[in-house]
């Protein structure tokens, strides 16, 4: 087999072959007029994916650095916050909150079922101090998507006015998500997932609001000092040596993005998803998800009994040298995989994953007996 792996993970996921162009042109240097008319392009571009007004700053760092990017940012040791926690990248925020000095309340819906947004209000209403709600739109370990219009009402019902910062790392470009629309102050993201990219960008946004909290955090933070990269950018630069290379494809990724506007974008991975869990359920396999929060980005699917999931993906990757993901935690290891529906992949690239799944796993259960 000679064909580069058929990427069907929640990240990275596939580069299209112009974004691969792009990746490859030799290096310009970042101090230009040229790289600055890439920047202001991909500035504008950003925008619209996030559905913002605001400015999104381009971090070079996976994704969770603009996740402490955020926590760093906005919050001092001894602040409080609340962490909604359905998986593992809810976890993540809790666990950055600790290590800057900051408390947290978690809010816990079960994994795969929905937020139950009363008991988020109940818990602000306890926690009026909390400066903020860290949440994420797609729980990518869950396969989840989080009403985040719902989490904005929740907090304005509770009359608490802490700040909504959301992980929107997995489900940009899958997930409907508009910044702005949804009362969201902080929205982050990264570039191996629904942009198309190899990882190494990270993107944050913030709100005016947000901003006033950077100005009073204490934290401790230099690379990633939000200050001095909003400094730079609105001179169209950054703060340190950017990462050249990918900008440059970002600016092709976001051409395929923004090509018909972001919702049509968003639209075609929600009918490949909503295809896939219907198909999934023909071949009489179960879906994780409850459908009521089954996310458009990622489609987790439950191994049968007696099926050792990690062999079956094994088995996928060396006979059809397609990649598929499998559960992430204790629990789930071995019980679940995961499919995207994010960035590149489409309905040929989603019915060659099933055609393998649905082929190794016949042979697995005829050989089980
Ligand atoms: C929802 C979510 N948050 C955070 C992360 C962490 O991002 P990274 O691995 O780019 O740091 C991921 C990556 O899988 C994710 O899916």
Known sequence: MTREPLLLTPGPTIVPPSVLEALGRPTDHHRTKEFQAVLKEVGEGLKKVFGTAQEVLILTSSGTGAMEAAVANLLSAGDEAIVIRGGKFGERWGEICEAFGATFTPVDPLW?????????????????RAKAVFATLCETSAGVVFDIRGLRRAITAAGV???????AIS?????????????????????????????GLAFIALSPRAWEAVSKSKSPRYYYDLNLAKKAWADTDTPWTPAISLIIGLKESLKIML?????????????????????????????????????????????????????????????????????????????VIRIATMGAVGPAEIQAGLNAVEEVLAEMQVKNG
Do not use: W
């Open 112 to 128: 795969g079922k929905p937020l139950d947004l009363k008991a988020l209000e109940q818990t602000l209403k306890q926690h009026p």
């Open 161 to 167: 006015p802490a700040l909504l910062v959301v992980d």
């Open 171 to 199: 489900g940009l470009g899958a997930d409907s998500f508009a910044m702005d629309e949804m009362g969201v102050d902080v929205a982050v993201s990264g570039s191996q997932k629904g942009f198309m990219l190899p990882p």
């Open 259 to 335: 090509a018909k506007g972001i919702e049509s974008f968003t639209a075609g991975h929600r009918a490949d998803a909503e295809k896939l869990r219907a198909d999934v359920q023909k071949m009489g396999l179960e879906l994780y998800a409850d459908p009521a929060c089954a996310s458009n980005a990622v489609t987790m699917i439950k191994v049968p009994a007696g099926v050792d999931g990690k062999e079956l993906l094994k088995q996928i990757r060396a006979k059809h040298n397609i990649v598929i993901a499998g559960g992430q935690g204790k629990e789930l290891v071995g019980k």
